[in-house]
């Protein structure tokens, strides 16, 4: 079945440092969505992104898909406290299945 | 906040027990998904309503089982529970049109908290 990896699993970062987040799926995917799920917290939909080599921009937050429609990434410019949490990918695949990643949990040191 | 509502907000079960969840979609919403999200995990899709028939089902065995009302309220059964139902279960409201799953921006509520012992 289709399968849907994130890396890094963890990031640690300094409160002003970069952070990104990768998604890959085993398969060519529809569209892909971007939820962030604070601790304690339900997710929380960021984005949806659905052209090959679509670019997103919102405030410090940049998310991609790549041409093949098989991977995306999300990126945090200068992160800060608030951006903690955990970052799910979810990849649908046409409409058969909707299926998260395991998340690449977020920390921010002050 | 979504305006997704689910009830109760914890729920403790012996094994061989059943369940029922229930979810209220945001207004407007004709489509409710659940999931399922153990600790430290990324949720795992159970299936999707929309307008009162299930059109999309995951990787879970008939045991779990859902309705949805004409006011596009749900609710998820589990009957026979086991120790790895324990999770916290979540349903998203979102917007369909047939045809298919929905492929639309999802809005979650606080879940579920189930604990089988």
């Known amino acids: 079945g289709q399968q849907v990896m994130q890396i890094p699993q963890y990031q640690h970062v300094q409160e002003g440092e970069d952070f990104t987040t990768y998604c890959n799926s085993s398969?060519?995917?529809?569209?892909i969505q971007w939820y962030k799920q604070r601790p304690g917290g339900h997710p929380v939909f960021l984005i949806q992104l659905v052209k090959s080599g679509e670019v997103k921009k919102q405030k410090r937050l940049t998310f991609q898909f790549g041409e093949a429609k098989k991977n995306s990434s999300l990126h945090i410019t200068a992160t800060q406290t608030t951006d903690v949490g955990t970052y799910f990918c979810?990849?649908?695949?046409?409409?058969?299945?909707?299926?998260f990643g395991p998340g690449t949990r977020l920390s921010v040191l002050p | 906040e979504t305006g997704v509502t689910q009830s109760p907000t914890h729920l403790i079960k012996t094994r061989g027990q059943q369940v029922t969840l229930r979810c209220s979609s945001q207004s407007g919403h004709n489509t409710v998904s659940w999931y399922q999200q153990a600790l430290g995990q990324g949720p795992q899709f159970i299936f999707q309503y929309y307008r009162e028939e299930e059109n999309g089902r995951g990787n879970f065995p008939p045991r779990f089982s859902g309705l949805q009302f004409p006011n596009y309220s749900s609710e998820l059964n589990v009957n026979a529970l086991e120790l790895d139902d324990s999770a916290l279960y979540l349903c998203a409201s979102s917007r369909g049109y047939g045809g298919g799953m929905s492929r639309n921006e999802q809005f979650f509520g606080p879940g579920t908290r189930l604990t089988v012992l």
């Open positions: 979810a990849a649908d695949n046409y409409g058969q299945n909707f299926v």
């Open positions: 398969t060519t995917l529809s569209n």
